[in-house]
T-cell receptor, first 116, second 113 residues
Framework: AQTVTQSQPEMSVQEAETVTLSCTYD???????LFWYKQPPSRQMILVIRQEAYKQQNATENRFSVNFQKAAKSFSLKISDSQLGDAAMYFC?????????????FGKGTKLSVKP | DADVTQTPRNRITKTGKRIMLECSQT?????MYWYRQDPGLGLRLIYYSFDVKDINKGEISDGYSVSRQAQAKFSLSLESAIPNQTALYFC????????????FGPGTRLTVT
């Protein structure tokens, strides 16, 4: 069974600085998707960024980028130029590409605080 | 209007009561999911359905049941609520292709006293 581990329960960053959130996962599959979701106090789950395992190039979405290391099974999220609105829970998630496996497997989350 | 809606948004109930959480979607997706979120545990899968006649248990299905009344509706029931079912519940949908994205509802905060 696949597992996702986020080893940082809480992180803090100064506004305008850069922060990296860690995620590791365990799987025997070669094809899969990885995601980072943001959950602000409104509790809505918001997709931040996604990565297909077959793509070597790291995904980037504006100030958000990932460092995907397939061999190491590592998928970290870098937030550049942090803003107060980035304060939230961040969840790393795994999705198998096997037929019949559509659900997401989540890590336990990292709470990010942004200091003005 | 939101693509995935959940009712109620908040609910307080007593131990032993039966309660139903409802999810509706207008995205035309085949697949629907129920997740539970507890502090420090992330989201865990309760049940999922790939179409009206296909319902499957997830990681933590004990104490829950579901009904897929139509393609657009997927309900989660707690037959006899207990305090450790106090949690935030999310419904999500996705289509039946290999498209990777799941769309989440706004969540239902359930408190069992």
């Amino acid at each position: 069974a696949q597992t996702v581990t986020q080893s940082q329960p809480e992180m803090s960053v100064q506004e305008a600085e850069t922060v990296t959130l860690s995620c590791t996962y365990d799987t025997s599959e070669s094809d899969y998707y990885l995601f980072w979701y943001k959950q602000p106090p409104s509790r809505q789950m918001i997709l931040v960024i996604r990565q297909e395992a077959y793509k070597q190039q790291n995904a980037t979405e504006n100030r958000f980028s990932v460092n995907f290391q397939k061999a190491a099974k590592s998928f970290s999220l870098k937030i550049s130029d942090s803003q107060l609105g980035d304060a939230a829970m961040y969840f790393c998630a795994y999705r198998s590409m096997m037929r019949g496996q559509g659900n997401l497997i989540f890590g336990k989350g990292t709470k990010l605080s942004v200091k003005p | 209007d939101a693509d995935v809606t959940q009712t109620p948004r908040n609910r307080i109930t007593k131990t032993g009561k039966r309660i139903m959480l409802e999810c509706s979607q207008t995205k035309g997706h085949d697949r629907m999911y129920w997740y539970r979120q507890d502090p420090g545990l992330g989201l865990r899968l309760i049940y999922y359905s790939f179409d009206v006649k296909d319902i499957n248990k997830g990681e933590i299905s004990d104490g829950y049941s579901v009904s897929r009344q139509a393609q657009a509706k997927f309900s989660l029931s707690l037959e006899s609520a207990i305090p450790n079912q106090t949690a935030l519940y999310f419904c999500a949908t996705s289509d039946s292709t290999d498209s990777y994205e799941q769309y989440f509802g706004p969540g239902t905060r359930l408190t069992v006293t």
